[in-house]
C-alpha cells in the first residue's frame, strides 16, 4: 500500500487546491530519471559559464578587456539588454512569452530572422535551466508527461533551425511576423476565456503538440509555452505539473536548437545574446513587482496587445520595404 506524503501547509499551491475543491499536493520524491535530468543541467549550465569565460580571456586579459569594450560600445547590446529586460518581466510575471517578446522586439530593432532566434534560443538556456530545475527541486514535473514531450519537441526544434537558417531571412520575416501577430492575438484571447475544470487521465496527442511547439518555437522565435502549456492547461490538465513538465522539457528544446542555430548561424551575435541575459538579470524584481500588482488577465491583455502592435509595426516595414 502507498503511504501518502501530502503537504498540509498554507501555501498559496495549496489554498488554490482548497479554493477548487482539490486535495492537497503530495509531495512526491524525485523520480531518478528526472534527477538525472537535473544533474545534466545543473553540470550543462556551469560549464557554459566556464567556456564563455574561457572564451572570453583565453587568449589574454587585455584582450578580454577590448572585447568587453566593443561590446558594450554596440548599439545592438544595448537594444539586447533593454529587449531581455522587458521580456523577462513579461516572462516572469505571467510564466510565457520570453521568446515571443524578444523575437518580436529583436526584429523591430533590425535583425534577421536567424539572428533573432539564435541569440534568444542562446540566452534562454540559461533562464529554461535555472527555472526547469526549479521546478523538478520543487516537485512540478511528471515523469511521463516531460518524457513524452521532450523527443518530439527536440525534432521539431531542429526542424525549425534548418528551416530559418535556410531560407533568406528577408523571405521569411513577413511569414515569421504574421506567426507573431496570431499568437499575441492568441495570447490576447486567453483574457477572455472562463476557468476549465481540470481533467483526470493523461494528456492526448502529446507527441503531436510538442513537435509543433518545438517547430514554431524554433522557426518562430518563441512559441513553445503558449503552443504547448496553453494547450494543454486550456484544456483541462493540472496546470502545476504541466508547466513544470514544459519548462524543465524546454530547457533540453533550447539547448538543442541553440546548438543547432549556432552552428548554422555564421554571425557574431554573442554581444546580442549577453545583453538578453544582462538584461534578464535586472527584470526579476520588476517581474515579481508586477506580478504582484497586476492580475493575470491584465497582464494577458498587456502581453497580447504589445506581441501584436509590434508584428503589425514589423509586417508594415516588411511590406513596405
Known amino acids: 500500500m502507498k503511504i501518502r506524503d501530502l503537504d498540509y501547509s498554507d501555501s498559496p499551491v495549496n489554498q488554490e487546491h482548497e479554493a477548487l475543491g482539490l ?19 545543473s553540470f550543462t549550465l556551469i560549464a557554459l559559464v566556464v567556456l564563455g569565460l574561457t572564451q572570453l580571456f583565453g587568449g589574454s586579459w587585455e584582450q578580454g578587456v577590448n572585447s568587453i569594450e566593443a561590446t558594450v560600445n554596440d548599439s545592438m547590446f544595448w537594444n539586447a539588454v533593454l529587449v531581455g529586460l522587458i521580456a523577462q518581466i513579461i516572462d516572469g510575471a505571467l510564466g510565457m512569452a520570453y521568446g515571443l517578446t524578444s523575437t518580436s522586439f529583436l526584429l523591430a530593432t533590425g535583425a ?18 535555472v527555472s ?21 519537441g527536440i525534432i521539431g ?46 494528456p492526448k496527442h502529446v507527441a503531436k503538440l510538442a513537435l509543433l511547439g518545438g517547430f514554431v518555437d524554433t522557426s518562430g522565435g ?21 508547466i513544470g513538465s514544459v519548462n524543465f522539457a524546454e530547457f533540453f528544446l533550447t539547448l538543442t536548437s541553440a546548438a543547432s542555430l549556432f552552428i548554422l548561424v555564421d554571425e557574431t551575435i554573442w554581444h546580442i545574446v ?39 509595426f514589423n509586417l508594415y516595414k516588411a511590406i513596405a520595404g
Open 23 to 41: 486535495p492537497p499536493v503530495e509531495q512526491i520524491p524525485l523520480h531518478p530519471v528526472i534527477r538525472a535530468a537535473v544533474v545534466f543541467a
Open 112 to 129: 534577421s530572422p536567424a539572428l533573432a532566434t539564435a541569440s534568444v534560443h542562446m540566452a534562454e538556456v540559461f533562464t529554461t535551466g
Open 132 to 152: 526547469g530545475i526549479s521546478h523538478a527541486k520543487f516537485g512540478n514535473v511528471d515523469k511521463k508527461l516531460f518524457l513524452r514531450l521532450l523527443i518530439p
Open 157 to 202: 526544434g531542429l526542424l525549425g533551425a534548418i528551416l530559418v537558417t535556410q531560407i533568406d531571412g528577408k523571405v521569411l520575416k513577413p511569414f515569421i511576423t504574421v506567426y507573431l501577430l496570431l499568437m499575441g492575438i492568441y495570447v490576447l484571447s486567453k483574457a477572455f476565456r472562463k476557468h476549465i475544470a481540470t481533467r483526470k487521465g493523461e
Open 222 to 242: 518563441g512559441g513553445w509555452g503558449p503552443v504547448v502549456t496553453t494547450t494543454l492547461v486550456g484544456t483541462g490538465h493540472d496546470p502545476r505539473t504541466t
Open 274 to 312: 549577453a545583453g538578453l541575459i544582462i538584461g534578464g538579470l535586472f527584470a526579476a524584481p520588476f517581474a515579481a513587482y508586477a506580478c504582484k500588482k497586476f492580475s493575470t488577465r491584465t497582464l494577458l491583455i498587456l502581453v497580447g496587445l504589445l506581441i501584436s502592435a509590434i508584428s503589425v
